[in-house]
């Protein structure tokens, strides 16, 4: 048999148990094996062919993922009200049982598995228009996609509230929550709005079980629907109103200072950027620059770009450092009690790196490997350097001069 016979067999035979009446563990069992089909196939294993060798009948193309997803869909109801009931209602006569407790969770963890990669199908198919998916994922079908995941986000967000009034925030189910409302949100920034301001705050705080500090994984899921809707002032609003500039510089140190592979470098610059979107509008949504953050972080930022030659990594730290030291001065920055004489002289290598070394690469005929990103970057700070440079002795002495830093007794 080959590939493509097995993988149409096992979407068929899923199809067929999730469109007839059988008892909801069978039903169960279908999407853990849709699961682990995709696993093995891919994502767009949900919109493959129908049609059996030798069959008279076949399904249509979309029945797949609109069957998959509606079977999800019913399941993270049915356990959100579950796990509900079972922490806030049942508990007060009796502590939970932990078996049935992690089964549920293991029961919801295959629904948000399923309802994660169809979200990445079709933000995969909303960036190419062209793919293969084109005459299967019609506008019919897209607009009963996005209402069915709607209405689950929603769902979602309503066990978050029940949480947050409850004072729960620790838990493997209410990252999860948050891991599957920050993929939503970061193809559809603008979905459940109202809810979301309510609710970035506490999202922002929810802890897994095996967190033992602070709240880095729900920041992280969240960072790219922070970096979007800091793009513009109302936004940045939200984004202030609910904390979080502190909560994504906090879970940006943690990722310069973590010794974890797993940590994609990419998710390093979500965080950078959703602070560069802020600090360039930090006048228009009269942000003020809390002194210990901004301190820790221009520290984090040195110690992320001292062994690196990667311009991309040096002009998005220096730039974010120039829009700091923007709002203040020399003195005022030596003064505070934990930034020293060595983070000045860190400060202001990178701040040379970035305007007389890169500054050469980037405004180069020769070069090819320029982007308009680092070239804007670049704009950023030396632009900041003229305004704050005289507010900056040792840092211009550094970067105009090319001396040693003279280190203060």
């Given at each position: 048999?080959?590939?493509?016979?097995?993988?149409?067999?096992?979407?068929?035979?899923?199809?067929?148990?999730?469109?007839?009446?059988?008892?909801?563990?069978?039903?169960?069992?279908?999407?853990?094996?849709?699961?682990?089909?995709?696993?093995?196939?891919?994502?767009?294993w949900l919109i493959g062919?129908?049609?059996?060798?030798?069959?008279?009948?076949?399904?249509?193309?979309?029945?797949?993922?609109?069957?998959?997803?509606?079977?999800?869909?019913?399941?993270?109801?049915?356990?959100?009200?579950?796990?509900?009931?079972?922490?806030?209602?049942?508990?007060?006569?009796?502590?939970?049982?932990?078996?049935?407790?992690?089964?549920?969770?293991?029961?919801?963890?295959?629904?948000?598995?399923?309802?994660?990669?169809?979200?990445?199908?079709?933000?995969?198919?909303?960036?190419?228009?062209?793919?293969?998916?084109?005459?299967?994922?019609?506008?019919?079908?897209?607009?009963?996609?996005?209402?069915?995941?709607?209405?689950?986000?929603?769902?979602?967000?309503?066990?978050?509230?029940?949480?947050?009034?409850?004072?729960?925030?620790?838990?493997?189910?209410?990252?999860?929550?948050?891991?599957?409302?920050?993929?939503?949100?970061?193809?559809?920034?603008?979905?459940?709005?109202?809810?979301?301001?309510?609710?970035?705050?506490?999202?922002?705080?929810?802890?897994?079980?095996?967190?033992?500090?602070?709240?880095?994984?729900?920041?992280?899921?969240?960072?790219?629907?922070?970096?979007?809707?800091?793009?513009?002032?109302?936004?940045?609003?939200?984004?202030?109103?609910?904390?979080?500039?502190?909560?994504?510089?906090?879970?940006?140190?943690?990722?310069?200072?973590?010794?974890?592979?797993?940590?994609?470098?990419?998710?390093?610059?979500?965080?950078?950027?959703?602070?560069?979107?802020?600090?360039?509008?930090?006048?228009?949504?009269?942000?003020?620059?809390?002194?210990?953050?901004?301190?820790?972080?221009?520290?984090?930022?040195?110690?992320?770009?001292?062994?690196?030659?990667?311009?991309?990594?040096?002009?998005?730290?220096?730039?974010?450092?120039?829009?700091?030291?923007?709002?203040?001065?020399?003195?005022?920055?030596?003064?505070?009690?934990?930034?020293?004489?060595?983070?000045?002289i860190a400060l202001?290598?990178?701040?040379?790196?970035?305007?007389?070394?890169?500054?050469?690469?980037?405004?180069?005929?020769?070069?090819?490997?320029?982007?308009?990103?680092?070239?804007?970057?670049?704009?950023?700070?030396?632009?900041?350097?003229?305004?704050?440079?005289?507010?900056?002795?040792?840092?211009?002495?550094?970067?105009?001069?090319?001396?040693?830093?003279?280190?203060?007794?």
């Amino acid at each position: 048999m080959t590939c493509g016979e097995w993988s149409t067999c096992i979407r068929v035979g899923i199809m067929d148990v999730l469109q007839n009446r059988v008892a909801p563990a069978e039903k169960l069992q279908a999407l853990v094996l849709a699961e682990c089909a995709m696993s093995i196939a891919g994502k767009e294993w949900l919109i493959g062919s129908t049609i059996l060798p030798f069959a008279h009948n076949s399904f249509p193309d979309n029945r797949c993922i609109l069957l998959v997803l509606e079977s999800s869909r019913v399941e993270i109801a049915v356990i959100l009200n579950e796990l509900a009931y079972l922490k806030y209602e049942a508990s007060k006569r009796l502590p939970p049982n932990a078996e049935i407790f992690l089964v549920k969770l293991r029961n919801l963890g295959v629904a948000f598995s399923l309802v994660e990669m169809i979200i990445k199908l079709i933000s995969k198919f909303g960036e190419n228009e062209e793919s293969n998916s084109t005459c299967i994922l019609t506008e019919s079908t897209l607009t009963k996609i996005i209402g069915g995941l709607n209405e689950t986000i929603g769902a979602v967000l309503e066990y978050l509230h029940d949480a947050k009034d409850h004072g729960d925030r620790k838990g493997n189910d209410l990252l999860a929550s948050v891991r599957i409302v920050g993929s939503y949100l970061a193809e559809a920034p603008s979905a459940c709005e109202e809810k979301i301001k309510e609710l970035l705050g506490y999202m922002l705080c929810v802890e897994g079980e095996d967190e033992s500090s602070s709240p880095f994984q729900s920041i992280s899921f969240l960072l790219p629907v922070l970096c979007q809707i800091t793009m513009d002032k109302d936004g940045c609003e939200i984004f202030v109103s609910a904390g979080a500039f502190r909560a994504v510089v906090g879970c940006l140190i943690s990722l310069i200072d973590s010794s974890h592979s797993k940590i994609d470098s990419s998710t390093i610059f979500l965080a950078c950027d959703t602070i560069l979107n802020l600090l360039l509008k930090r006048e228009e949504v009269q942000f003020s620059l809390d002194n210990l953050c901004y301190v820790e972080l221009l520290q984090a930022l040195s110690r992320w770009t001292e062994d690196t030659i990667d311009t991309s990594v040096i002009m998005m730290a220096s730039s974010i450092c120039s829009l700091i030291l923007d709002t203040t001065c020399e003195e005022a920055l030596l003064r505070h009690p934990k930034f020293k004489p060595d983070n000045l002289i860190a400060l202001s290598q990178l701040l040379k790196r970035s305007l007389v070394t890169c500054g050469q690469e980037l405004t180069s005929d020769d070069t090819n490997t320029n982007t308009n990103t680092e070239a804007d970057l670049y704009q950023i700070v030396s632009s900041g350097y003229s305004s704050w440079a005289e507010r900056f002795p040792h840092v211009k002495l550094v970067v105009e001069g090319g001396a040693n830093f003279v280190r203060q007794s």
